[in-house]
């Protein structure tokens, strides 16, 4: 009976941690599996199986062997795909890549297979590797990833009465029902947990959600929407996982410093 199966996939490094003198345990997206967890026996000195290829954010061709009643897979080798230079040489962008990161590891669970985040995390790293660096490209990835875990925020009507978005009055976003209240409705309700929102903010991220993310950039945002989204978004994924990630805060403070 075989006890370990050999594979081969792509994968982007979320998260590593240095264990004992010389190993690395290393959760990675991949491709064919989701998120996995291994070990990287002797990843801190071993130039041969590794190369360097360990480090955030990195595209890596990876082998690991995972034992059918364990638990961690072990992480044979690792090849980079793509490091993404242009990334690492900008601080936005490189906060920017590690809040990505760090949102996919705290929203997803181990062996969970979706393609589909596979591809929209590349296709981010790359606009974030080659395009001019906007402070959009958070929302709209926060966006898509959250439709694509089953959490998309309901932006195109009122979650109480269902009617489509229509009014020029301010809404709000119901964190604890995942979607907009129209005025009558959150004054009959009650906002007590509501984000006000104006119109123009919302039909933003409604074209944000479904462009193609190559012309990303040419979406523009006011001063206003940007807060706004910020709020709504940031708000909503608090509400999801329970607290603030420490990743976007180091990311907002950058921003606010000027640095």
């Known amino acids: 009976m075989i006890d370990s199966v050999h594979i081969k996939t792509r994968g982007i490094v979320l998260r590593l941690i240095d264990y004992a003198e010389s190993d690395r345990i290393v959760s990675f997206l991949s491709e064919d599996f989701g998120k996995v967890t291994g070990i990287a026996k002797g990843a801190r000195k071993s130039r041969k199986r590794f ?14 062997s995972k034992k059918k009643s364990g638990k961690m897979a072990f992480i044979e080798e690792a090849a980079i795909v793509d490091h993404y230079p242009c990334i690492r040489e900008n601080l936005e962008k490189t906060l920017t890549a590690s809040y990505f990161m760090d949102m996919i590891d705290q929203f997803l669970l181990e062996g969970k297979r979706n393609p589909e ?5 590349c296709d981010f790293l790359v606009l974030l590797e080659t395009e001019k660096y906007a402070k959009n490209i958070v929302r709209f990835f ?3 990833f959250l439709r694509l875990t ?18 020029s009055l301010p809404y709000f976003f119901s964190p604890s029902t995942g ?4 005025p009558p409705c959150a004054d009959r309700l009650g906002s007590a947990d509501g984000i006000p929102v104006s119109v123009g903010t919302i039909r933003t991220l409604l074209l944000g959600k479904d462009s193609d993310p190559a012309f990303l950039n040419r979406i523009f945002m006011t001063d206003q929407c940007a807060r706004e989204c910020q709020r709504l978004l940031s708000g ?5 996982l329970g607290k603030e990630l420490k990743s976007l805060n180091v990311l907002n403070e950058v921003r606010r410093m000027g640095i």
Request: a positive charge; proline letters at 6%.
């Open 150 to 167: 089953g959490y998309e925020p309901v932006l195109d009507r009122c979650t109480n009465c269902n009617k489509p978005l229509q009014t």
């Open 179 to 182: 979607g907009l209240r129209c």
């Open 236 to 240: 909503f994924i608090r509400y999801l």
């Open 142 to 144: 926060e966006l898509r």
């Open 117 to 121: 985040i596979f591809h929209l995390t």
């Open 51 to 64: 190369a360097n290829a360990l480090e955030p954010f990195t595209c890596l061709s990876i082998v690991f």
